[in-house]
């Protein structure tokens, strides 16, 4: 449960480039909307498979990519993603760095308080935080990763993920067939809840699910979700 810091993960293995490209292939058309750049840049060798929860790594992107386009009013949004060895694992190390308005030095320290992003609106040079950071910040805390920001205002924030993973061992699974990598479709319809104050944002997502045919609500905003949460718990959010 997301708002009470109790969140499943899965453990599945799955490709992290392909699956930061699927993210930023879907956000295209709203970064294309605003005359913006969505540009992806990849350390050149192959990361190889790994193993842990891809839909999570999902969510956080679709959020903070979409805070990214929505917060910048022109200029581009940079999704940089390498793989760092350590020990029998390696560190996903993603940044997504914009040219927006930025967030004041005083907001810093709060940002992935819960609901403090909620009541804040983009107008004009207003400063742009978004909503879902505290669901973000737990969707990473839940994965053992961590996040950080730096920003100036007016000219751009970067949002810095790390969460390590497994290396996919194909010699200890089960099947002989080579696994099928991070298909939402694959486990069958599940339950999803999305929220976002930009309506392009939420259709954009909601096209997604329906393309997979996966059932859905969508809100407005992130209290409405959770105050759903609480009465009818959907498997992912």
């Known amino acids: 449960k997301v708002s009470s810091g109790k ?14 490209n699927r993210v930023a292939e879907a956000m295209y058309p709203l970064a294309k909307k ?3 750049k969505l540009l992806t840049q990849f350390d050149p060798a192959h990361p190889g498979i790994l193993q842990g929860d891809p839909l999570k790594l999902r969510q956080i992107l679709f959020n903070l990519i979409g805070n990214a386009i929505k917060f910048t009013p022109e200029g581009e949004v940079k999704v940089i993603a390498v793989l760092e060895a350590r020990q029998d694992k390696k560190v996903l190390k993603i940044q997504i760095i914009d040219q927006g308005v930025g967030i004041s030095e005083q907001k810093l320290p709060y940002l992935f308080e819960e609901y403090y992003g909620s009541g804040l609106e983009l ?3 207003n400063e742009g935080t978004g909503l879902g950071l505290s669901i973000v910040k737990k969707l990473i805390e839940a994965l053992d990763g961590t996040i950080e920001v730096n920003s100036v205002m007016n000219e751009g924030s970067c949002f810095s993920i790390t969460i390590p993973f497994r290396v996919f061992d194909d010699t200890t699974d089960n099947s002989p067939e080579k696994p099928v990598i ?13 929220a976002d104050d930009d309506s392009h944002i939420r259709n954009i997502s909601k096209a997604m699910l329906k393309r997979f045919n996966i059932p859905f609500h969508a809100f407005s905003d992130g209290q409405a979700l959770l105050d759903a949460f609480d009465r009818n718990p959907a498997e992912f959010i």
């Open 7 to 20: 969140i499943t993960t899965e453990n599945r293995p799955f490709d992290p480039y392909q699956e930061i």
């Open 34 to 36: 605003k005359n913006l």
């Open 123 to 125: 107008s004009g040079q």
């Open 182 to 194: 991070g298909k939402l479709h694959d486990a069958g319809p599940k339950m999803v809840m999305l």
